[in-house]
């Protein structure tokens, strides 16, 4: 079945430092990611979408500036965090799509990440 | 956009008892509707999905029905078992055309009792 690989799992920051995480669908072209955000004991909260080779298209109230999203190729997709701050401290998920939907939404295993 | 509503936010069951959990959902034109159980810190996991040209779907243990007209969608789990005890989270999408998002319901956070 269709697995995307999601990295790192676990991250620790400081501060102000920027933090990239990566998707890659393993056996299916994504032609369209999608990041979610997860706060605990809270629902999956959509941040972006992006469809390969296209600029990110943002929810309201996320900054784009400070959540860069790269979709590149038809297998990789990356979030980056930047000026990171304890507020952005969260489970960060993404989920891709295939074009012809035969592998439906298949999700990372998600990234947690703590500012200090 | 789409909006999606889930009661209850909570729900504890005997075990061996059945547990349910309903969801609304606003926009008409969604036609794809998922349910995922996901453990603490890991990856939501579909365990059954549902298209609107259907109006329940079974799967041993669990069952989704589907009312288009009421826009309400819920999940059945029956016999239910200490590891059925996770958050469970419907959601809503549009199936066809360009890729739309999954708009999630709030979650129900299920503790089966042994």
């Known amino acids: 079945g269709a697995v995307v690989s999601q990295h790192p799992s676990r991250v620790i920051c400081k501060s102000g430092t920027s933090v990239k995480i990566e998707c890659r669908s393993l056996?299916?072209?994504?032609?369209?990611m999608f990041w979610y955000r997860q706060f605990p004991k809270q629902s999956l909260m959509l941040m972006a979408t992006?469809?390969?080779?296209?600029?990110?298209?943002?929810e309201q109230g996320v900054e784009k500036d400070k959540f860069l999203i790269n979709h590149a190729s038809l297998t990789l997709s990356t979030l980056t965090v930047t000026s990171a701050h304890p507020e952005d401290s969260s489970f960060y998920i993404c989920?891709?799509?295939?074009?012809?939907?035969?592998?439906?939404?298949?999700f990372g295993s998600g990234t947690r990440l703590t500012v200090v | 956009g789409e909006n999606v509503e889930q009661h209850p936010s909570t729900l504890s069951v005997q075990e061996g008892d059945s547990a349910v959990i309903k969801c609304t959902y606003s926009?008409?034109?969604?036609?794809?509707f998922p349910w995922y159980k996901q453990e603490l810190g890991k990856r939501p996991q579909l365990i059954i999905d549902?298209?609107?040209?259907?109006g329940e779907k079974k799967d041993q243990r669990i069952a989704v029905t589907l009312n288009k007209t009421a826009k309400h969608f819920s999940l059945h789990i029956t016999e239910t078992q200490p590891e059925d005890s996770a958050v469970y989270f419907c959601?809503?999408?549009?199936?066809?055309?360009?890729?739309?998002?999954?708009?999630f319901g709030s979650g129900t956070q299920l503790t089966v009792l042994p």
């Open positions: 989920s891709a799509r295939e074009r012809t939907y035969n592998y439906g939404y298949t």
């Open positions: 959601a809503a999408s549009i199936l066809g055309g360009s890729a739309r998002q999954l708009t």
């Open positions: 926009d008409s034109a969604s036609n794809y």
């Open positions: 549902i298209r609107s040209n259907v």
């Open positions: 992006s469809n390969e080779g296209s600029k990110a298209t943002y």
């Open positions: 056996d299916f072209q994504a032609t369209t």
